[in-house]
């Protein structure tokens, strides 16, 4: 399966969209892309940019859309992207999307297929609330679909199990509707120009590979 296309990942917290970006991005045999790794990457080499940007994330703080871009820009150029890449995670703003598509256009891509993974809030509430972690190993259960034998305690190491504070209901219902303000304004871009193919991420992760790569065969053929 090849692709010779920018592919890009949207989707909530809970719709598995790093899982999903990941195996896609093998599939068709492209690199994964997601700003984070740029940008760790950069700071570890230690490059010009990574100085740059070491403060601030240093700090916790958004790194300016300038920085993301020049970044982006710098790893669309390498040879590995020639056939095709997957976006997960970026872009984040209008802008982002805008100066993403001048890049696309000048190296010569055509316009990108943008995946939305979409799960309902119900089903999305339960895999992230439902979320509890060893205290001691890091195992992770459900305690609605992956739940441990006794109840509380991790069936490896016997350890307790916690809620992370971002997995509470409330926070969770917070975390959600931030992603809806954030990507509205983005999937409207998207599918004004056409190119925004929904998925339903609401059944198992390899139903959801197999409908993804049903849509990037479909593509190829247009
Ligand atoms: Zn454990």
Not at 62 to 78: A, F, G, I, N, T
Not at 102 to 123: H, N, Q, T, Y
Not at 151 to 169: A, E, M, N, S, Y
């Amino acid at each position: 399966m090849s692709l010779k296309r920018a592919l890009i990942f949207l989707g909530p917290p809970g719709a598995g969209k790093g899982t999903q970006a990941k195996q896609i991005a093998k599939n068709c045999g492209i690199p994964h892309l997601s700003t984070g790794d740029m940008f760790r990457d950069a700071i570890s080499r230690g490059t010009e940019l990574g100085k740059q940007v070491k403060p601030i994330m240093g700090r916790g703080e958004l790194v300016p859309d300038d920085l993301v871009m020049k970044m982006v820009e710098e790893r669309l150029s390498r040879p590995d992207c020639a056939q095709g890449f997957v976006f997960d995670g970026f872009p984040r703003t209008l802008g982002q999307a805008a100066q993403l598509d001048r890049i696309l256009e000048e190296r010569g891509f055509s316009k990108p297929l943008v995946i939305d993974l979409a799960v309902s809030e119900d089903k999305l509430m339960r895999r992230l609330t439902g979320r509890w972690t060893c205290s001691l190993g890091g195992e992770i259960y459900n305690v609605y679909d992956a739940p441990p034998k006794r109840p509380g305690i991790c069936d490896v190491d016997g350890g307790k199990l916690v809620q992370r504070l971002d997995d509470r209901p409330e926070v969770v219902k917070e975390r959600l509707a931030a992603y809806e303000r954030q990507t509205k304004p983005l999937t409207d871009y998207y599918r004004e120009k056409g190119v925004l193919e929904t998925i339903d991420a609401g059944a198992g992760v390899g139903e959801v590979n197999r409908a993804l790569r049903q849509v990037l065969n479909g593509d190829k053929r247009s």
